[in-house]
T-cell receptor, first 113, second 115 residues
Framework: GNSVTQMEGPVTLSEEAFLTINCTYT??????LFWYVQYPGEGLQLLLK?????DKGSNKGFEATYRKETTSFHLEKGSVQVSDSAVYFC????????????FGKGTTLSVSS | NAGVTQTPKFQVLKTGQSMTLQCAQD?????MSWYRQDPGMGLRLIHY???????DQGEVPNGYNVSRSTTEDFPLRLLSAAPSQTSVYFC??????????????FGPGTRLTVL
């Protein structure tokens, strides 16, 4: 079945450090891939997405590239800020099967000044 | 546009009580779903719907019922609440265009405690 595996956290960084959060997936069909962010006490917001192989999603300085050969969608940011502290979720939808989002377990990022 | 709205924001139930979590969206999205979020477990799909009159089970459907009589509303019913259903519940909606599902839009969540 479809699944998403994220690196476990928490991830603790200093401001301006480089961020990578690893995400790999298993899917039948042709998934779309997403990164969502959840700030403390809030719901989930879409951060970025990619709908086909080799697409790069980007938003607010975050980037992720859809790699079909390695079934990965790693999230990166060159210089994190304290305001980036949140929980990050990798997710997929299997467009062929028409399922709802399948989420990874989430990675907590804490950035200190 | 209000987006996806959920009521109530907080709820405390006693074991065995029933209740309905409300979810509505004003974006005319075909697709709606319910998730529960538990520490260390991420978000798990409870039920989803691809349109009015059509629902299906997700990963953790036991103890929950849903119906979709209109495009806008997708209520989640707890038939007989149990402490294991203490969680934060999120409703989401989405639409299908071309060959892919677009991103899901989430409501603010309902924090449920079952004593």
């Amino acid at each position: 079945g479809n699944s998403v595996t994220q690196m476990e956290g928490p991830v603790t960084l200093s401001e301006e450090a480089f961020l990578t959060i690893n995400c790999t997936y298993t899917a039948t069909g042709y998934p779309s891939l997403f990164w969502y962010v959840q700030y403390p006490g809030e719901g989930l917001q879409l951060l970025l997405k990619a709908t086909k192989a080799d697409d790069k999603g980007s938003n607010k300085g975050f980037e992720a590239t859809y790699r079909k050969e390695t079934t990965s969608f790693h999230l990166e940011k060159g210089s994190v800020q304290v305001s980036d502290s949140a929980v990050y979720f990798c997710a997929l939808t299997d467009n062929q099967a028409g399922t709802a989002l399948i989420f990874g377990k989430g990675t907590t990022l804490s950035v200190s000044s | 546009n209000a987006g996806v709205t959920q009521t109530p924001k907080f709820q405390v139930l006693k074991t065995g009580q029933s209740m309905t979590l409300q979810c509505a969206q004003d974006m005319n999205h075909e697709y709606m779903s319910w998730y529960r979020q538990d520490p260390g477990m991420g978000l798990r799909l409870i039920h989803y719907s691809v349109g009015a009159g059509i629902t299906d089970q997700g990963e953790v459907p036991n103890g929950y019922n849903v119906s979709r009589s209109t495009t806008e509303d997708f209520p989640l019913r707890l038939l007989s609440a149990a402490p294991s259903q203490t969680s934060v519940y999120f409703c989401a909606s989405s639409y299908f265009s071309g060959s892919s599902y677009n991103e899901q839009f989430f409501g603010p969540g309902t924090r449920l405690t079952v004593l």
